[in-house]
């Protein structure tokens, strides 16, 4: 099992920073891949960032150039640092871990957290 507690989250204007904090209950280095997914308006769930255990890291489109993801392995924390927010990043931040179970993976999702960018 990992619990994922997220937080950060708030309403900020265009053009401004917010930085999500996602602290996890289990090791980072026991954890295949962790990051940040994002829920908005019309309900789907995409990626926004994600990092490997071997520190491999993958943005979603939208978010290249004005997002970072990082992380520090002493605190079990992932941080999303989001630069140049825009009222299209509006949704709900998901912070989610994955781990090798069996043959296949095992997702855990944090409870999430609300970012609103107003225009």
Known sequence: ???LVESG??????????RLSCVSSRRL???????WYRQGPANQRDMVATITS??????GD?????FTISKDS???TVYLQMNSLKPEDTAVYYCN??????????????QGTQVTVSS
Do not use: C, E, M
Not at 9 to 18: C, R
Not at 62 to 66: E, I, L, Q
């Open 54 to 59: 071997g520190t491999v890291i993958n943005y």
């Open 62 to 66: 939208p978010v290249k150039g004005r």
């Open 29 to 35: 280095a026991s954890i295949n891949a962790i990051g």
């Open 97 to 110: 871990a994955r781990t090798v179970f069996g043959p296949g993976w095992r997702d855990y999702w944090g």
């Open 74 to 76: 002493a605190k079990n």
């Open 9 to 18: 989250g708030g309403l900020v204007q265009a053009g401004g920073s917010l």
């Open 1 to 3: 099992q990992v619990q």
